[in-house]
């Protein structure tokens, strides 16, 4: 790490006296209508009036700015065209030998007299883009974006794979953080899959993937961060959108979502509210061999067998309003929540045997039933201070958060032998299990420009995050009900984590750098009420990022960048409280747990701006993963527990294709190869678990005459190692059919997802003592029609106002 930090100090000094090394100029501008209304989306071109050529074109963006960087000295002039507007031809202008920008300043254009009715523009963007620090997935208007849910979503993005539990694995490495519009949840992993779940893939804009992100994001999240994009329009006057989705897979799914904008030249008022309605199916086997310590061999046989029937009731709602006070400041605030419920009905059947005869010691029918109901709100003010129209501004984002979650579980198992006679009495369990979680945050982001194209980036986050549980237990005892000690426990945790950030942005002709470097200081407590325990932990660490990009020819880029990582255990996890599955396995927190830290590497290659070979390497110390085991007071009851277990190294290579075969045949294909290595302590020896793993994913999108289009895609896994669990292999292929009618305002689909039933998971884990195969069978394969409409024209979706706190929600 020392060395690491005298490169980073070294490229900071060398960027410094940057004047000299500056190629040529920028050349920027902003095109507006009559009415001094931005224009996005709008083709530029510069033309090199020496030559007589085309320089570049390029296009305005969500304000209105387009920008051209770079240019050598010459005359030139701009066009601009638009397909409702009439053409610009600007007035010629020079470029010395003296690196200066060039500000062309607003540009009017009027609208075409000869206009016949509306006019629908649509520019349509890659469905991957390959940005400095990130790649970005473009969703809206693509075939992701089918109606289904944003989990489903998540799962056809290339890089990303999501387990049956909903936690996102990205490139084989486990440890993503999720965040939606640039702030994290702060929510358990459960609650944030219900949210997802309930979240429509047509509410969705695009899909921000940073393996490794700069120092302006947040240290947490060895793999990386997933941002999710929500559309937020920008279309002036009135304008909006409804959609309506419903089908069948084990049970019946329905939704529907109305998003509302009005916008002004001084203000602008959002809200979206949908509803999501899911019955699922889940059928699991699980057999367990419990071992002899001793002599390895199995003493027990543990059969299992159950259904899980959750019924997912959930609203989510967003509404805000931006203000433009003057050109130079803006203030504005958001309210985002949710509230649903996740009852579940989980009877399950479980046949204890002895292992050497293999006679059945007993068969145990539990029904496990679950109520859960939550709500959450988040508070948002904002504000932006435009110091010129370079990029020179100031954000401040103030956030509060709430969440409350309840459920109320019943447990019930009776005991029989083969014949069906009882042969124990009935068990039961009830548990009280409420979650109450509140944060505080503070964000401040600065950025500053220079004339010679270095750019300066700093910023400060505060959080102060709170979580309380006061779980609660009775166990059935001669008939009545008595509270359990044992497995009672009130804890609260608090954390607070104050950060800051340096970025440095430099563009030497072909040659753009980026270095940053974050401090993250942590201190936590926790206290377990019911034993009058407390521990704290205080820690300080630096996070340098380092990105590189090298342009040899117009066709041909090279990036390299280098990130340092931590891993903080989830608020859950820390939690020492037990939550029963079934009277003979449970799932506890760790409140010993520690960060992991992890260094990541990546080189990649861009041909034509479009085609991208990615290398990478990765490696982690104290990585957190689950382990099993059996209770000490109960060898028959297996328990499932996170711990900091060992290192991990990550390797693999990525090849990302998009192509287009024919005029009405587009595709991307992504390919990733990795190497998983866990080195992990068992007893006095080290086991080392590793694995190959290939992963494929594919869309092919097929437009038809009539405004027709098919979609076909799929992906698959060749199975992976995470810590001491082998995962087999698994795929799926889904399929869609759109119409687009009543002026490409109306949508129907029709989509059908994991055709042939191979979104399922097997698995195996060996640890300690305890031998397990699973099979998991979800509900994954489904049939769903959605219809969207919108009004008021056209919606862009850009603009999205992002606020301080998403990464806190992932934890809680």
Same mark, same amino acid.
């Given at each position: 790490?020392?060395?690491?930090?005298?490169?980073?100090?070294?490229?900071?000094?060398?960027?410094?006296?940057?004047?000299?090394?500056?190629?040529?100029?920028?050349?920027?501008?902003?095109?507006?209508?009559?009415?001094?209304?931005?224009?996005?989306?709008?083709?530029?071109?510069?033309?090199?009036?020496?030559?007589?050529?085309?320089?570049?074109?390029?296009?305005?963006?969500?304000?209105?700015?387009?920008?051209?960087?770079?240019?050598?000295?010459?005359?030139?002039?701009?066009?601009?065209?638009? *397909?409702?507007?009439?053409?610009?031809? /600007?007035?010629?202008?020079?470029?010395?030998?003296?690196?200066?920008?060039?500000?062309?300043?607003?540009?009017?254009?009027?609208?075409?007299?000869?206009?016949?009715?509306?006019?629908?523009?649509?520019?349509?963007? !890659?469905?991957?883009?390959?940005?400095?620090?990130?790649?970005?997935?473009?969703?809206?208007? +693509?075939?992701?974006?089918?109606?289904?849910?944003?989990?489903?979503?998540?799962?056809?993005?290339?890089?990303?794979?999501?387990?049956?539990?909903?936690?996102?694995?990205?490139? /084989?490495?486990?440890?993503?953080?999720?965040?939606?519009? /640039?702030?994290?949840?702060?929510?358990?992993?459960?609650? *944030?899959?219900?949210?997802?779940? +309930?979240?429509?893939?047509?509410?969705?804009?695009?899909?921000?993937?940073?393996?490794?992100?700069?120092?302006?994001?947040?240290?947490?999240?060895?793999?990386?961060?997933?941002?999710?994009?929500? %559309?937020?329009?920008?279309?002036?006057?009135?304008?909006?959108?409804?959609?309506?989705?419903?089908?069948?897979?084990?049970?019946?799914?329905?939704?529907?979502?109305?998003?509302?904008?009005?916008?002004?030249?001084?203000?602008?008022?959002?809200?979206? &509210?949908?509803? #999501?309605?899911?019955?699922?199916?889940?059928?699991?086997?699980?057999?367990?061999?419990?071992?002899?310590?001793?002599?390895?061999?199995?003493?027990?046989?543990?059969?299992?067998?159950?259904?899980?029937?959750?019924?997912?009731?959930?609203?989510?709602?967003?509404?805000?309003?931006?203000?433009?006070?003057?050109?130079?400041?803006?203030?504005?605030? *958001?309210?985002?929540?949710?509230?649903?419920?996740?009852?579940?009905?989980? !009877?399950?059947?479980?046949?204890?045997?002895?292992?050497?005869?293999?006679?059945?010691?007993?068969?145990?029918?539990?029904?496990?039933?679950?109520?859960?109901?939550?709500?959450?709100?988040? &508070?948002?003010?904002? @504000?932006?201070?435009?110091?010129?129209?370079?990029?020179?501004?100031?954000?401040?984002?103030?956030?509060?958060? #709430?969440?409350?979650?309840?459920?109320?579980?019943?447990?019930?198992?009776?005991?029989?032998?083969?014949?069906?006679?009882?042969?124990?009495?009935?068990?039961?369990?009830?548990?009280?299990?409420?979650?109450?979680?509140?944060?505080?945050?503070?964000?401040?982001?600065?950025?500053?420009?220079?004339?010679?194209?270095?750019?300066?980036?700093?910023? &400060?986050?505060?959080?102060?995050?709170?979580?309380?549980?006061?779980?609660?237990?009775?166990?059935?005892?001669?008939?009545?009900?008595?509270?359990?000690?044992?497995?009672?426990?009130?804890?609260?945790?608090?954390?607070?984590?104050?950060?800051?950030?340096?970025?440095?942005?430099?563009?030497?002709?072909?040659?753009?750098?980026?270095?940053?470097?974050?401090?993250?200081?942590?201190?936590?407590?926790?206290?377990?009420?019911?034993?009058?325990?407390?521990?704290?932990? %205080?820690?300080?660490?630096?996070?340098?990022?380092?990105?590189?990009?090298?342009?040899?020819?117009?066709?041909?880029?090279?990036?390299?960048?280098?990130?340092?990582?931590?891993?903080?255990?989830?608020?859950?996890?820390?939690? !020492?409280?037990?939550?029963?599955?079934?009277?003979?396995?449970?799932?506890?927190?760790?409140?010993?747990?520690?960060?992991?830290?992890?260094?990541?590497?990546?080189?990649?290659?861009?041909?034509?701006?479009?085609?991208?070979?990615?290398?990478?390497? +990765?490696?982690?110390?104290?990585?957190?993963?689950?382990?099993?085991?059996?209770?000490?007071?109960?060898?028959?009851?297996?328990?499932?527990? !996170?711990?900091? *277990?060992?290192?991990?190294?990550?390797?693999?290579?990525?090849?990302?294709?998009?192509?287009?075969?024919?005029?009405?045949? $587009?595709?991307? #294909?992504?390919?990733?190869?990795?190497?998983?290595?866990?080195?992990?302590?068992?007893?006095?020896?080290?086991?080392?678990?590793?694995?190959?793993?290939?992963?494929?994913?594919?869309?092919?999108?097929?437009?038809?005459?009539?405004?027709?289009?098919?979609?076909?895609?799929?992906?698959?896994?060749?199975?992976?190692?995470?810590?001491?669990?082998?995962?087999?292999?698994?795929?799926?292929? @889904?399929?869609?059919?759109?119409?687009?009618?009543?002026?490409?305002?109306?949508?129907?689909?029709?989509?059908?997802?994991?055709?042939?039933?191979?979104?399922?998971?097997?698995?195996?884990?060996?640890?300690?003592?305890?031998?397990?195969?699973?099979?998991?069978?979800?509900?994954?394969?489904?049939?769903?029609?959605?219809?969207?409409?919108?009004?008021?024209?056209?919606?862009?979706?850009?603009? $999205?106002?992002?606020?301080?706190?998403?990464?806190?929600?992932?934890?809680?």
């Amino acid at each position: 790490m020392k060395l690491l930090f005298s490169i980073f100090i070294f490229i900071i000094i060398a960027s410094l006296p940057v004047a000299k090394a500056q190629t040529g100029s920028h050349i920027f501008g902003k095109v507006v209508n009559e009415k001094h209304e931005t224009l996005s989306y709008t083709t530029v071109t510069l033309h090199n009036m020496d030559s007589g050529t085309v320089t570049i074109a390029t296009i305005t963006d969500s304000t209105g700015t387009f920008a051209f960087k770079n240019i050598i000295a010459g005359n030139y002039n701009i066009s601009i065209k638009s *397909l409702s507007h009439q053409e610009h031809i /600007g007035a010629p202008f020079q470029i010395s030998l003296s690196a200066s920008n060039h500000n062309i300043g607003l540009i009017q254009l009027l609208s075409k007299s000869n206009a016949i009715g509306e006019v629908v523009i649509q520019q349509k963007k !890659p469905l991957i883009e390959q940005h400095v620090d990130k790649m970005v997935v473009n969703v809206e208007n +693509s075939g992701l974006s089918d109606g289904s849910s944003s989990l489903d979503l998540l799962n056809k993005i290339p890089g990303l794979s999501v387990s049956t539990d909903g936690t996102v694995t990205l490139k /084989g490495k486990s440890g993503t953080t999720i965040m939606i519009n /640039g702030k994290l949840t702060y929510l358990s992993a459960d609650q *944030l899959t219900n949210l997802l779940r +309930s979240t429509s893939s047509l509410d969705v804009t695009k899909v921000e993937v940073m393996t490794n992100p700069s120092a302006k994001y947040e240290a947490a999240g060895e793999s990386g961060i997933v941002n999710i994009v929500l %559309k937020k329009g920008l279309k002036q006057g009135f304008n909006g959108s409804i959609g309506l989705n419903g089908g069948m897979g084990r049970g019946a799914q329905m939704g529907g979502s109305i998003n509302l904008n009005y916008r002004t030249s001084k203000t602008n008022y959002f809200a979206t &509210y949908n509803q #999501y309605y899911q019955n699922l199916e889940n059928r699991q086997e699980l057999t367990r061999y419990l071992m002899n310590n001793g002599t390895q061999q199995a003493e027990y046989i543990s059969e299992q067998r159950n259904i899980e029937k959750p019924k997912l009731r959930s609203n989510n709602f967003r509404i805000g309003a931006d203000f433009t006070l003057d050109s130079k400041n803006i203030i504005g605030f *958001l309210i985002n929540g949710g509230f649903g419920k996740y009852p579940k009905y989980e !009877p399950t059947e479980n046949d204890f045997r002895n292992a050497t005869d293999h006679s059945l010691l007993w068969r145990a029918h539990t029904i496990n039933e679950g109520r859960e109901r939550w709500e959450d709100l988040l &508070y948002n003010l904002n @504000y932006v201070h435009k110091f010129d129209e370079d990029g020179h501004q100031l954000t401040v984002d103030l956030d509060h958060v #709430y969440h409350y979650s309840k459920m109320d579980q019943s447990l019930q198992t009776t005991y029989t032998d083969d014949m069906q006679n009882p042969t124990r009495p009935l068990s039961a369990r009830i548990g009280d299990i409420p979650s109450k979680n509140s944060a505080y945050v503070a964000k401040v982001d600065y950025t500053l420009p220079f004339r010679n194209g270095l750019k300066f980036e700093a910023g &400060y986050k505060g959080s102060i995050v709170r979580t309380e549980n006061d779980l609660r237990y009775d166990t059935l005892q001669n008939g009545i009900y008595l509270p359990d000690h044992k497995t009672s426990n009130h804890f609260i945790y608090q954390e607070n984590i104050q950060a800051a950030y340096l970025n440095l942005n430099k563009e030497w002709g072909k040659l753009t750098t980026q270095v940053g470097l974050r401090g993250e200081y942590t201190d936590t407590k926790g206290e377990q009420i019911t034993t009058d325990e407390t521990f704290t932990k %205080k820690y300080f660490d630096l996070f340098p990022s380092l990105f590189v990009t090298y342009t040899i020819a117009d066709q041909h880029r090279v990036q390299a960048n280098y990130s340092r990582r931590i891993e903080r255990p989830s608020f859950w996890d820390m939690n !020492p409280f037990r939550v029963y599955t079934d009277p003979f396995s449970y799932y506890e927190g760790n409140s010993k747990l520690d960060p992991s830290f992890s260094n990541s590497f990546e080189l990649g290659y861009t041909l034509l701006g479009k085609y991208m070979v990615t290398t990478n390497y +990765s490696h982690a110390k104290d990585v957190v993963n689950e382990i099993v085991g059996r209770d000490l007071l109960a060898s028959n009851t297996v328990f499932e527990r !996170p711990v900091n *277990l060992g290192t991990y190294t990550n390797m693999g290579v990525s090849l990302t294709v998009p192509t287009q075969f024919t005029r009405w045949w $587009n595709a991307t #294909y992504f390919a990733n190869f990795y190497y998983n290595r866990y080195e992990l302590p068992m007893g006095e020896a080290i086991s080392i678990r590793s694995g190959n793993t290939l992963a494929i994913n594919g869309q092919n999108t097929f437009s038809l005459p009539k405004s027709w289009k098919l979609e076909l895609g799929g992906n698959y896994t060749s199975g992976m190692t995470v810590g001491v669990h082998e995962i087999k292999s698994y795929g799926l292929i @889904y399929t869609g059919i759109q119409k687009n009618f009543l002026n490409e305002k109306a949508m129907l689909k029709l989509v059908i997802n994991d055709i042939l039933k191979t979104n399922q998971r097997r698995y195996e884990t060996m640890y300690t003592d305890i031998r397990t195969f699973g099979k998991i069978n979800r509900d994954s394969r489904s049939v769903l029609l959605t219809f969207s409409y919108r009004f008021g024209g056209n919606i862009s979706s850009s603009n $999205n106002r992002s606020t301080g706190s998403e990464d806190i929600k992932n934890r809680l």
